[in-house]
């Protein structure tokens, strides 16, 4: 092998931080937010599951519904992947090509709603590039829920405020904390590429 191919500095054209994460905070007008739960309550809920293994886990205790792509969602994906791609340039410059999966309507409930440590990849979904999470529930309506990561250099606490965007890479280590009291709802959604390499 080509000693040059071991070391070589041709490739780091920018310093990249993988274990960080990018966050946008009143993203959507009150009249959109009111659009968002509408279209989540409209669609069937389910129990959440681990996506590898697609059972009920005491993993993640949680209900999700899924808002497709549609006419009447349609201003929703492209805001969002408007977004994405802006964080994506400013962040990690992943390639990226769209959606993974619909959007996903996530209630947390009083009294241990949670989804313990994971990562948004695996062999169902080694594609998803970027994962985004919308905080729909204003702090004070509940305890506990907390969105935390973890990139490799201990755990960090995601922004908890009302209508905050919160961006980060697919592979990165998160959960979200029990909830205590009260709900929690957010928006989930997760942006694709091509495999890495």
Known sequence: MNPSLIFSNNYRLKSVNYGNYYYYPNVFTETEIAKIHSLGQASPTQKGVVTDSGHVTETRISDVSWIDQKEESYWLYQKISDLVDEANKAMWEFDIYGYHDSLQYTTYYGGGGHY?????????????????????????????????????????????????????????????????????????TWLAGPNLR
């Not at 313990?116 to 998803?128: E, F, I, Q, Y």
């Not at 905080?135 to 305890?143: A, R, S």
């Not at 490799?152 to 280590?173: C, H, Q, R, Y």
């Open 116 to 188: 313990d440590w994971h990562t948004d990849v695996g062999s169902m979904m080694a594609n998803r590039k970027v994962s985004v999470v919308l905080q729909l529930t204003k702090p004070e309506e509940y305890e506990g829920g907390n969105l935390q990561l973890n990139g490799g250099n201990g755990v960090v606490e995601a922004p908890k405020d009302f209508n905050t965007m919160i961006i980060f890479p697919s592979f990165m280590l998160h959960r979200v904390t029990p909830v205590i009291t009260g709900t929690r709802k957010s928006l989930v």
